[in-house]
């Protein structure tokens, strides 16, 4: 099997928080969400692959290069944006693209005026006119524009009004089909991942719980309802993450646990499993 990116073994200890063994692998040509809530270790893990984190231990492997070995050959087979980056507010944004093309050897003019056409960029604007959202797009261009055969990307919907996120998503699997990139990328908002990922990895306080095919993790779990004031007895050791509601209770649970008649089952969303999931550290 192909793999674009192994992550192995990484771990990074802060005072208040610790990132434990990070492993996971991701497919060549596939869309992978990387979820968690906040303060989980999304953006520690995501910035350990290129060592703006410098990791305790472990290494991130991309298309079977080690990054501590290879890093500038790496980078010009990836695109990488973080949430959060501040250009030159002054400087107009042509200009801050002909300082980045710069370190491409692939750079496709022709990708990046495609791309700031589609997100209705002008290289005449500087970033202190553009809206939040309006600087992710931008950094997305920068990053689709040197042929980049991997994605990594934080929080890339965020601050997008629905149809920019829609927009981004139609490139996301146009991109796979058609380019065979692979993307990673971080997200709160599970409908996006529903949409368009193949797998996800899921971390919690700073281990991953879960790496995987999305709908098979998915089709594992239930939501499960009571309609009942007074929470049934016994129900600790099969259901996970009970949560109080208008109509009584709803928790989560395993398809294959056996469950008394006064719980309903429904098929469970991805943001049902992590709401239900995290309720345990409340």
């Not at 959060?84 to 002909?98: A, Q, S």
């Not at 099969?238 to 006064?262: D, H, M, Q, Y």
Request: charged content about 30%; overall charge negative.
């Amino acid at each position: 099997m192909s793999y674009a990116l192994e992550v192995k073994g990484i771990s990074k200890k802060y005072p208040s928080f610790e990132l434990r063994d990070v492993s996971f692998a991701l497919e060549e040509g596939k869309i992978v969400g990387f979820i968690g809530r906040n303060g989980a270790g999304k953006t520690t893990t995501l910035k350990s692959l290129v060592n703006l984190v410098h990791p305790d231990s472990g290494e991130a492997f991309f298309f079977g290069r080690s990054f501590k070995d290879h890093e500038l050959e790496i980078k010009q087979d990836i695109g990488f944006v973080l949430g959060g980056i501040d250009y030159y507010p002054m400087k107009r944004l042509g200009t801050i693209t002909n300082v980045t093309k710069a370190f491409y050897e692939n750079w496709d003019e022709a990708v990046y005026q495609k791309y700031m056409k589609l997100f209705r960029l002008v290289d005449s604007k500087t970033p202190k006119e553009l809206s939040d959202g309006m600087k992710v797009k931008y950094s997305l261009v920068l990053a689709l524009s040197h042929h980049a055969r991997l994605l990594i990307l934080d929080e890339p919907t965020s601050g997008l009004d629905p149809v920019s996120r829609d927009e981004l998503l139609d490139v996301f699997l146009k991109l796979v089909d058609e380019e065979a990139v692979t993307i990673l990328f971080s997200t709160h908002i599970t409908s996006d991942l529903e949409r368009c990922a193949d797998d996800i990895v899921y971390i919690k306080d700073g281990s991953i719980i879960e790496a995987g095919d999305m709908d098979e993790y998915i089709s594992r779990h239930c939501l499960v309802q009571i309609e009942s004031k007074q929470l049934p007895e016994n129900l600790d050791d099969v259901l996970i993450g009970i949560k109080k509601n208008r109509n009584g209770w709803s928790a989560l649970a395993f398809r294959t646990s056996s469950l008394p008649e006064c719980c309903k089952t429904s098929d469970a969303t991805l943001q049902d499993i992590m709401v239900h999931l995290e309720k345990e550290e409340l």
